[in-house]
Protein backbone atom coordinates (compact mmCIF):
# COMPACT_ATOMS: atom_id res chain seq x y z
CA UNK A 1 0.00 0.00 0.00
CA UNK A 2 1.37 3.50 -1.28
CA UNK A 3 2.10 5.39 2.41
CA UNK A 4 1.64 8.84 0.83
CA UNK A 5 -1.73 9.31 -2.14
CA UNK A 6 -1.32 11.81 -3.96
CA UNK A 7 -4.71 10.73 -6.84
CA UNK A 8 -4.89 13.71 -8.72
CA UNK A 9 -2.10 13.24 -11.27
CA UNK A 10 -2.63 16.29 -13.44
CA UNK A 11 -4.63 19.18 -13.00
CA UNK A 12 -4.86 22.36 -15.25
CA UNK A 13 -6.61 25.69 -14.19
CA UNK A 14 -6.76 29.16 -15.40
CA UNK A 15 -5.01 31.92 -14.02
CA UNK A 16 -6.40 33.33 -10.67
CA UNK A 17 -8.67 30.47 -9.95
CA UNK A 18 -8.17 28.76 -7.01
CA UNK A 19 -6.93 25.15 -6.51
CA UNK A 20 -6.39 22.52 -4.14
CA UNK A 21 -4.11 19.14 -4.21
CA UNK A 22 -5.02 16.44 -2.40
CA UNK A 23 -2.44 14.21 0.37
CA UNK A 24 -3.30 11.24 1.91
CA UNK A 25 -0.85 9.61 4.17
CA UNK A 26 -0.80 6.09 5.85
CA UNK A 27 1.24 5.37 9.07
CA UNK A 28 1.33 3.06 12.53
CA UNK A 29 3.21 5.93 14.01
CA UNK A 30 1.50 8.24 16.71
CA UNK A 31 5.01 11.02 15.99
CA UNK A 32 5.23 12.08 11.98
CA UNK A 33 5.74 14.69 10.41
CA UNK A 34 4.31 15.83 6.51
CA UNK A 35 5.89 17.82 3.62
CA UNK A 36 5.10 19.29 0.28
CA UNK A 37 7.71 20.20 -2.28
CA UNK A 38 7.97 22.20 -5.41
CA UNK A 39 9.87 20.55 -8.73
CA UNK A 40 9.26 23.59 -11.20
CA UNK A 41 10.42 22.64 -14.82
CA UNK A 42 14.06 23.33 -13.78
CA UNK A 43 13.58 20.26 -11.89
CA UNK A 44 14.95 21.44 -8.23
CA UNK A 45 12.75 20.16 -4.81
CA UNK A 46 11.79 23.11 -3.44
CA UNK A 47 10.36 22.75 0.51
CA UNK A 48 7.49 24.39 0.93
CA UNK A 49 6.39 23.54 4.72
CA UNK A 50 6.38 20.89 7.40
CA UNK A 51 3.68 19.68 9.95
CA UNK A 52 4.44 17.53 12.90
CA UNK A 53 1.52 15.21 13.62
CA UNK A 54 0.91 17.25 17.18
CA UNK A 55 0.09 20.57 14.92
CA UNK A 56 -3.04 20.48 13.57
CA UNK A 57 -3.67 24.05 12.94
CA UNK A 58 -4.03 25.14 9.38
CA UNK A 59 -1.55 27.39 8.13
CA UNK A 60 -1.62 29.72 5.75
CA UNK A 61 1.13 31.70 3.98
CA UNK A 62 0.74 34.13 1.42
CA UNK A 63 -1.38 32.47 -1.45
CA UNK A 64 -0.50 28.88 0.22
CA UNK A 65 -3.00 27.07 2.56
CA UNK A 66 -2.50 23.41 4.35
CA UNK A 67 -4.92 21.49 6.07
CA UNK A 68 -4.24 19.15 8.13
CA UNK A 69 -6.56 16.35 9.05
CA UNK A 70 -5.70 13.50 11.27
CA UNK A 71 -9.16 12.02 11.24
CA UNK A 72 -9.04 11.53 7.11
CA UNK A 73 -5.12 11.51 6.86
CA UNK A 74 -4.78 14.17 4.85
CA UNK A 75 -2.98 17.28 4.29
CA UNK A 76 -4.22 19.00 1.77
CA UNK A 77 -2.84 22.24 -0.42
CA UNK A 78 -4.72 25.21 -1.89
CA UNK A 79 -3.34 27.86 -3.92
CA UNK A 80 -5.05 30.96 -4.18
CA UNK A 81 -5.64 33.05 -7.30
CA UNK A 82 -2.81 30.91 -8.78
CA UNK A 83 -0.38 32.30 -11.05
CA UNK A 84 1.68 30.57 -13.79
CA UNK A 85 4.53 30.73 -11.87
CA UNK A 86 2.76 28.11 -10.12
CA UNK A 87 3.04 25.65 -12.45
CA UNK A 88 5.06 22.67 -11.43
CA UNK A 89 4.67 19.34 -9.68
CA UNK A 90 3.75 18.90 -6.08
CA UNK A 91 4.85 16.13 -4.15
CA UNK A 92 3.54 15.26 -0.68
CA UNK A 93 5.97 13.57 1.78
CA UNK A 94 5.53 11.69 4.87
CA UNK A 95 8.57 11.01 7.44
CA UNK A 96 8.17 8.64 9.89
CA UNK A 97 9.94 9.13 13.22
CA UNK A 98 10.77 5.09 13.68
CA UNK A 99 13.16 4.81 16.59
CA UNK A 100 15.68 7.39 17.36
CA UNK A 101 18.88 6.87 16.11
CA UNK A 102 17.83 3.69 13.50
CA UNK A 103 15.01 3.34 11.00
CA UNK A 104 14.05 6.88 9.86
CA UNK A 105 11.82 6.21 6.71
CA UNK A 106 11.09 8.47 4.31
CA UNK A 107 8.20 8.48 1.37
CA UNK A 108 6.89 10.45 -1.44
CA UNK A 109 3.55 10.63 -3.18
CA UNK A 110 3.76 10.20 -7.15
CA UNK A 111 3.50 14.20 -7.42
CA UNK A 112 0.67 16.08 -8.45
CA UNK A 113 1.28 18.46 -11.83
CA UNK A 114 -0.22 21.62 -11.78
CA UNK A 115 -0.39 23.67 -15.10
CA UNK A 116 -1.81 27.28 -14.54
CA UNK A 117 -3.22 28.43 -17.98
CA UNK A 118 -2.57 31.91 -18.63
CA UNK B 1 26.66 29.34 -3.02
CA UNK B 2 25.99 27.45 -0.16
CA UNK B 3 23.28 24.84 -1.73
CA UNK B 4 23.53 20.95 -2.35
CA UNK B 5 25.65 20.74 -5.14
CA UNK B 6 25.87 17.30 -7.05
CA UNK B 7 28.43 16.06 -9.55
CA UNK B 8 28.36 15.38 -12.21
CA UNK B 9 24.66 16.76 -13.36
CA UNK B 10 24.51 13.87 -15.86
CA UNK B 11 26.35 10.71 -16.62
CA UNK B 12 25.79 8.15 -19.43
CA UNK B 13 27.97 4.94 -19.07
CA UNK B 14 27.04 1.75 -20.77
CA UNK B 15 25.62 -1.67 -19.61
CA UNK B 16 27.80 -2.85 -16.88
CA UNK B 17 29.82 0.07 -15.77
CA UNK B 18 30.47 1.03 -12.34
CA UNK B 19 29.17 4.67 -11.84
CA UNK B 20 30.19 6.95 -8.89
CA UNK B 21 28.21 10.07 -7.92
CA UNK B 22 29.19 13.10 -5.05
CA UNK B 23 27.24 14.88 -3.61
CA UNK B 24 28.02 18.03 -1.26
CA UNK B 25 26.14 19.51 1.15
CA UNK B 26 25.29 22.52 2.97
CA UNK B 27 27.93 22.76 5.37
CA UNK B 28 26.14 23.05 8.69
CA UNK B 29 23.97 19.93 7.83
CA UNK B 30 24.63 17.19 9.69
CA UNK B 31 22.06 14.43 7.87
CA UNK B 32 22.62 13.47 4.22
CA UNK B 33 20.03 11.53 2.30
CA UNK B 34 20.09 10.06 -1.52
CA UNK B 35 16.94 9.20 -3.36
CA UNK B 36 16.51 8.43 -6.85
CA UNK B 37 13.41 9.90 -9.13
CA UNK B 38 12.21 8.10 -12.60
CA UNK B 39 10.17 9.95 -14.90
CA UNK B 40 7.03 10.82 -13.39
CA UNK B 41 7.37 9.79 -10.10
CA UNK B 42 8.28 11.22 -6.67
CA UNK B 43 11.89 10.96 -5.21
CA UNK B 44 12.16 7.18 -3.62
CA UNK B 45 14.22 7.33 -0.78
CA UNK B 46 17.84 5.33 -0.87
CA UNK B 47 19.73 5.58 2.31
CA UNK B 48 20.79 8.70 4.72
CA UNK B 49 23.71 9.63 6.93
CA UNK B 50 23.86 11.64 10.43
CA UNK B 51 27.40 12.57 10.13
CA UNK B 52 29.53 10.08 9.35
CA UNK B 53 26.83 7.30 10.33
CA UNK B 54 24.96 5.66 7.73
CA UNK B 55 21.56 5.08 9.74
CA UNK B 56 18.98 3.58 7.45
CA UNK B 57 20.16 1.90 4.20
CA UNK B 58 17.41 -1.00 4.07
CA UNK B 59 16.43 0.75 0.89
CA UNK B 60 18.88 1.00 -0.98
CA UNK B 61 17.64 -0.80 -4.45
CA UNK B 62 20.08 -3.77 -4.42
CA UNK B 63 23.51 -4.40 -3.85
CA UNK B 64 24.95 -3.01 -6.49
CA UNK B 65 24.01 0.17 -4.65
CA UNK B 66 25.94 1.41 -1.66
CA UNK B 67 26.78 4.63 0.04
CA UNK B 68 29.71 6.26 1.93
CA UNK B 69 30.03 9.56 3.92
CA UNK B 70 33.39 8.80 5.03
CA UNK B 71 33.61 12.19 7.01
CA UNK B 72 30.80 13.34 7.51
CA UNK B 73 30.86 16.18 4.74
CA UNK B 74 30.51 14.85 1.45
CA UNK B 75 28.86 11.64 0.25
CA UNK B 76 29.25 9.29 -2.76
CA UNK B 77 26.60 7.05 -4.59
CA UNK B 78 28.21 4.40 -6.13
CA UNK B 79 26.54 1.85 -8.52
CA UNK B 80 28.11 -1.08 -9.84
CA UNK B 81 27.34 -3.26 -12.82
CA UNK B 82 25.02 -0.61 -14.06
CA UNK B 83 21.42 -2.12 -15.46
CA UNK B 84 19.69 -0.07 -17.88
CA UNK B 85 16.96 0.21 -15.10
CA UNK B 86 19.05 2.13 -13.24
CA UNK B 87 18.67 5.10 -15.83
CA UNK B 88 17.34 7.90 -13.45
CA UNK B 89 18.00 10.97 -11.24
CA UNK B 90 19.77 10.49 -8.49
CA UNK B 91 19.03 12.90 -5.90
CA UNK B 92 20.60 14.27 -2.66
CA UNK B 93 19.38 16.16 -0.02
CA UNK B 94 20.29 17.62 3.36
CA UNK B 95 19.43 18.68 6.29
CA UNK B 96 20.06 19.91 10.23
CA UNK B 97 18.73 17.66 12.61
CA UNK B 98 19.25 17.50 16.17
CA UNK B 99 18.97 14.71 17.88
CA UNK B 100 17.04 11.83 16.73
CA UNK B 101 14.04 13.76 14.90
CA UNK B 102 13.35 13.77 11.31
CA UNK B 103 11.34 17.06 11.30
CA UNK B 104 13.67 19.68 9.47
CA UNK B 105 13.30 20.13 6.20
CA UNK B 106 15.24 18.64 3.18
CA UNK B 107 17.37 20.82 0.97
CA UNK B 108 17.70 19.50 -2.25
CA UNK B 109 20.59 18.94 -4.91
CA UNK B 110 19.74 19.31 -8.66
CA UNK B 111 20.45 15.78 -9.06
CA UNK B 112 22.68 14.01 -11.05
CA UNK B 113 21.25 12.28 -14.51
CA UNK B 114 22.30 8.76 -15.09
CA UNK B 115 21.40 7.25 -18.44
CA UNK B 116 22.80 3.15 -19.12
CA UNK B 117 22.90 2.54 -22.45
Known amino acids: AQKVTQAQTEISVVEKEDVTLDCVYE???????LFWYKQPPSGELVFLIR??????QNEISGRYSWNFQKSTSSFNFTITASQVVDSAVYFC???????????????FGTGTSLTVIP | DTGVSQNPRHKITKRGQNVTFRCDPI?????LYWYRQTLGQGPEFLTY????????KSRLLSDRFSAERPKGSFSTLEIQRTEQGDSAMYLC???????????????FGPGTRLTVL
Open chain 2, 93 to 107: ASSFTFGGSSYNEQF
Open chain 2, 27 to 31: SEHNR
Open chain 1, 27 to 33: TRDTTYY
Open chain 1, 93 to 107: ALSEAVGSYTGNQFY
Open chain 2, 49 to 56: FQNEAQLE
Open chain 1, 51 to 56: RNSFDE
